[in-house]
């Protein structure tokens, strides 16, 4: 990507850096699934490809939109406003909405970009029911949605992500909760000792397994 930015911009005149001109988005995505360890930087559902021809995969995913903003278009080739996203509720109907997340659902809009930040994971949690949630007092989803006004600004940032990104959709946390429930019956299973083994090696691994931070969450828990 270096090297093609570089070669627009020693162009006479120089060329606009445009996503849309980019020539190599198979490989970028290669390079971001990679440094993602194979999964979507939202859900964290697991991404095996490109999405090109096939069926699902992943696209690159800007951040700050690439459209939209006034100030989004010097973000369009900006490394570190792109990550790999899956595209698995793509191409739904407009009556099946409510079944998008991640990217599809977000669209134009801007959110908070906790996915840059160190203590991501500490804004938010996961409970029993396969729902995550913002770290805050209250247990369940609808809770959050509810009470907006109330909440503290870290909190409604999170409540808002959480919401634009769709990730309580039904798909989304069905697939949560079947993981949590044969998670749980492992963990018992286990000794503290054991289960930070298995810590360790899930943060090591090249490929990482779907729902990571839940696991983690779930997991740091055992006493």
């Known amino acids: 990507m270096s090297e093609w930015k570089r070669q627009r911009q020693q162009m006479n005149p120089p060329q606009p850096l445009s996503y849309d001109e980019f020539d190599r988005k198979a490989d970028l995505n290669k ?11 939202y859900c964290q559902q697991r991404i095996t490809h490109f999405q090109g021809d096939r069926e699902k995969g992943a696209h690159n995913e800007h951040l700050i939109p690439e ?14 406003n792109l990550y790999a996203c899956c595209i698995d509720s793509q191409g739904l109907k407009k009556k099946e909405k409510s079944l998008r997340h991640c990217g599809e659902a977000k669209g134009d809009k801007r959110i908070r970009g906790f996915i840059q ?6 804004f938010f949690r996961y409970n029993n029911l396969g729902e995550i949630i913002p770290n805050g ?20 940032d ?15 946390v069905a ?16 000794s503290k000792e054991e289960v930070d083994d298995i810590i360790t090696e899930y943060e090591a691994t ?16 055992k006493k």
């Open 117 to 122: 930040e160190e203590a991501c994971s500490s």
């Open 206 to 221: 090249e490929v990482y397994p779907r729902y990571l931070d839940m696991r983690l969450y779930f997991m740091r828990k």
């Open 31 to 41: 390079q971001l699934r990679k440094e993602q360890h194979g999964i979507c930087c």
């Open 137 to 156: 007092t209250y247990r369940q989803w609808e809770e959050y949605l509810e009470n907006k006004d109330k909440l503290s600004q870290d909190i409604k």
């Open 158 to 172: 999170a409540t808002e992500a959480i919401d634009v990104l769709n990730l309580n959709c039904h798909s989304l």
């Open 175 to 190: 697939g949560r909760r079947k993981c949590i429930d044969c998670l749980i019956e492992q963990l018992n299973k286990l």
């Open 67 to 80: 459209n939209g903003y006034e100030d989004s278009f010097e973000k369009q080739m900006d490394y570190n």
